[in-house]
T-cell receptor, first 111, second 112 residues
Framework: SQQGEEDPQALSIQEGENATMNCSYK?????LQWYRQNSGRGLVHLIL?????REKHSGRLRVTLDTSKKSSSLLITASRAADTASYFC???????????FGTGTRLKVLA | NAGVTQTPKFQVLKTGQSMTLQCAQD?????MSWYRQDPGMGLRLIHY???????DQGEVPNGYNVSRSTTEDFPLRLLSAAPSQTSVYFC???????????FGSGTRLTVV
């Protein structure tokens, strides 16, 4: 079974609005990563947050991590039509070197 | 700088045939992984490697073999193709485990 589960499965918003998607995982981790996948393309790494970090920013992206709740959130501010994509979280089980992906959130940003 | 190169991009196999999906990276990354992506299933880890000569199984290893004789190459072998292996296959590499993965563009495999 997958380590990470994203919520919601699908999200549709207007351009300029903020988009928030969540990831829950099952076991302790060293790192959590977020990726974007445009339709029919490979995945692109967005941000990595370590287990001892609580928040990280990269441009319009803000990621939080709550290890006590085993959850993370990705916030995209001032969304653009180009942000339309699927977003995945990936976690490594503590003590392992393999990253397990969730099923993803499909984000649609309407112009 | 090519990044992660996967070949072929598309392949159709008949049930029972074998083939090798190629993956090469030119970034001197230690970590490499193979994932398959099926509709609604996200990505599932098949095999991974933390360095030349070291491989290990992921979530769905059955029916697949890997080897890592060099840092650059990480081929995935399908031993006897089955329709259940119809999927999009992604190879990814990373500089150790505290860095993000760089993904290839994928191989779309259909087994008939």
């Amino acid at each position: 079974s997958q380590q990470g589960e994203e919520d919601p499965q699908a999200l549709s918003i207007q351009e300029g609005e903020n988009a928030t998607m969540n990831c829950s995982y099952k076991t302790s981790i060293n790192n959590l990563q977020w990726y974007r996948q445009n339709s029919g393309r490979g995945l692109v790494h967005l941000i990595l947050i370590r287990s001892n970090e609580r928040e990280k920013h990269s441009g319009r992206l803000r990621v939080t991590l709550d290890t006590s709740k085993k959850s993370s959130s990705l916030l995209i501010t001032a969304s653009r039509a180009a942000d339309t994509a699927s977003y995945f979280c990936a976690t490594d089980g503590s003590g392992t070197y393999k990253y397990i992906f969730g099923t993803g959130t499909r984000l649609k940003v309407l112009a | 700088n090519a990044g992660v190169t996967q070949t072929p991009k598309f392949q159709v196999l008949k049930t029972g045939q074998s083939m090798t999906l190629q993956c090469a990276q030119d970034m001197n990354h230690e970590y490499m992984s193979w994932y398959r992506q099926d509709p609604g299933m996200g990505l599932r880890l098949i095999h991974y490697s933390v360095g030349a000569g070291i491989t290990d199984q992921g979530e769905v290893p059955n029916g697949y073999n890997v080897s890592r004789s060099t840092t650059e190459d990480f081929p995935l072998r399908l031993l006897s193709a089955a329709p259940s292996q119809t999927s999009v296959y992604f190879c990814a590499s990373s500089h150790r485990d505290n860095y993000g993965y760089t993904f290839g563009s994928g191989t779309r495999l259909t087994v008939v």
